[in-house]
């Protein structure tokens, strides 16, 4: 389930974390893929104004599912 499904346009996100709230929703989910130019344009530079994310979530979960294969594989 995505975020987008009960706040496909930001409106809680930009309430509680008003440094994103001029962010395009395009972004709103994941403003740490704005290119530096919108960054800009929205008052919202990554690792300034906003926290670039600690951890890469697809990454993650790829290690985890092959931890859990390799472990099952025994």
């Known amino acids: 389930m995505t ?4 706040d496909p346009t930001g409106l809680y996100i930009r309430r509680w ?5 001029y962010v395009p929703d395009k972004f709103i989910h994941a403003p740490w893929k704005m290119p ?3 960054q800009k344009e929205a008052g919202c530079r990554l ?3 906003y926290p670039a994310p600690i951890i890469d979530h697809h ?3 790829e290690r985890t599912l092959t931890a859990y294969r390799l ?3 025994d």
């Not at 975020?3 to 009960?6: A, D, G, I, P, Y």
């Not at 974390?17 to 709230?21: H, M, S, Y």
């Open 36 to 38: 530096a130019h919108i």
């Open 47 to 49: 690792n300034h104004d």
């Open 59 to 61: 990454r993650a979960r």
């Open 3 to 6: 975020l987008t499904k009960f």
């Open 71 to 73: 472990a099952r594989a």
């Open 17 to 21: 974390l008003p440094e994103l709230a």
